[in-house]
């Protein structure tokens, strides 16, 4: 997965529960250190 699909996932994610805009950056910024620490482990 992309992290542009990560992001959209996760705008989306959180559209949804509250449509808080601090909520979707912070679950970007979450999903995001999860994919990079995916891709160190690999």
């Known amino acids: ?3 542009h699909s990560l ?4 705008e989306s ?3 949804a529960a509250s449509g808080s805009k601090q ?6 910024e979450k999903m995001f250190v999860e994919s990079e620490n ?5």
């Open 7 to 10: 992001r959209r996932m996760a």
């Open 13 to 15: 994610t959180v559209d």
């Open 23 to 28: 909520e979707t950056e912070e679950k970007e």
């Open 1 to 3: 997965m992309t992290l």
């Open 38 to 42: 995916m891709k160190l482990l690999r």
